[in-house]
């Protein structure tokens, strides 16, 4: 039997303006895609219509920034225009919507200067609030939700390289994040596991300024007797849970795991989650959100 053929990515790169959309494109050029900012939204079936002269920008990959600067943009018309190219079957679409907190979003125009395309004379809280009217259709039909509120540029890179990667992967990208409940759930997040209950190395002089990553923390999690048990439970849910989630064609999952601070038992718990995974044939990335806050905050104490 001869192998379904790779289809092509096309990821379409809207949300909200000052969120991180020309960033992601810049990234995603630089994970080999070919990179097209505000194209109208008129020209995106030319764009992607099969052909020699497409041949090569279909073979890496095509990233296509749209969002309200866009001439002829209209939410129901581009989410009609995806429908039609989905239905074509050759190229795998993805609709990732960058979304951030008002108040970071103010205080990047703020700091930048810019002015907000919807904004005209009035205030950029305005045009903000207009923005997010007007994308919400958008938001709600997007495959991929990434909040930059708290994202800074490594994460963001990170994100990108996880789930828009070029190659032949199956099964859903994997991204296991560790964090700190003072500071909240991350927002991305399918799946959270709160790992409070394990034994906490904060109360241990020696251990407090460390990390999870470290072996002598990581030895006094690894000691408490239900760490064992939980950890043998959580990892048989998800080898049950992932066959289903890519049977569904679903090509992102983040898996979130949180503690106090974000610096010890979050930690310790990503890293063994993302090598168990690692070893059963799973691509998973880890990212430790807290963390060097939270080391930080320790050292100075």
Do not use: W
């Amino acid at each position: 039997m001869t192998a379904a053929p790779h289809r092509p990515r096309l990821a379409i790169v809207s949300g909200l303006s000052g969120a991180g959309k020309s960033t992601a494109l810049k990234l995603l050029e630089d994970a080999g895609y070919e990179a097209v900012d505000n194209l109208p939204v008129s020209l995106l079936p030319r764009l992607t219509q099969p052909g020699e002269a497409d041949a090569q920008a279909a073979q890496h990959g095509i990233a296509v920034g749209v969002d309200s600067r866009t001439r002829d943009f209209q939410p129901d018309r581009l989410l009609a225009i995806l429908g039609d190219i989905r239905q074509r079957g050759d190229l795998d679409v993805q609709l990732v919507y960058f979304d951030c907190d008002d108040d970071v979003l103010l205080r990047r125009f703020t700091a930048t200067r810019r002015r907000h395309p919807l904004a005209g004379d009035r205030p950029v809280s305005d045009g903000i609030a207009a923005e997010r009217h007007l994308m919400a259709p958008l938001k709600a039909e997007a495959d991929l939700v990434i909040d930059t509120s708290t994202l800074a540029l490594p994460g963001l890179r990170q994100v990108l390289a996880s789930q828009f990667a070029l190659d032949d992967q199956t099964g859903p990208g994997i991204m296991i994040v560790s964090f700190s409940y003072r500071h909240g759930l991350p927002r991305e997040a399918d799946l959270v596991f709160d790992v409070r209950f394990l034994r906490n190395p904060h109360y241990d002089e020696q251990l407090r300024a460390r990390t999870g990553e470290d072996p002598a923390v990581a030895a006094y999690i690894a000691a408490d007797p239900d760490y064992p048990g939980f950890f043998s439970r959580l990892t048989g849910m998800l080898e049950a849970l992932l066959p289903r989630y890519g049977a569904e064609g679903k090509r992102y999952l983040t898996i979130a795991l949180g503690c106090t601070g974000g610096q010890h038992r979050s930690v310790f718990v990503a890293e063994q989650l993302a090598q168990a995974l690692r070893n059963s044939g799973q691509h998973v990335d880890i990212r430790h959100r807290d963390r060097d806050q939270a080391l930080a905050d320790a050292t100075r104490k």
